[in-house]
């Protein structure tokens, strides 16, 4: 899995999971980090560090 899919797939994840509950929405997106994590050999805090760097590199 490349680094844009990785990218790809937590942004569509957010997406789906934006005007529900909070913690219900937190939970969905930290396991499906967790389980993009464990396919690339990272973690769950790897891949949300990642994506939230990548989301903000526009920001400057």
């Known amino acids: 899995m490349t680094a844009a899919e990785i990218y790809e797939s937590m942004d569509a994840c957010i997406e ?15 396991a499906h980090a967790a389980e993009l994590g464990r396919s ?3 973690t769950e805090d790897d891949i949300l560090s990642f994506y939230f760097k990548m989301s903000h590199l526009g920001d400057h």
Do not use: C, E, Q, T
């Open 16 to 30: 789906r999971h934006k005007g529900i509950d909070f913690d219900v929405a937190l939970r969905a997106v930290r």
């Open 40 to 42: 690339v050999g990272r």
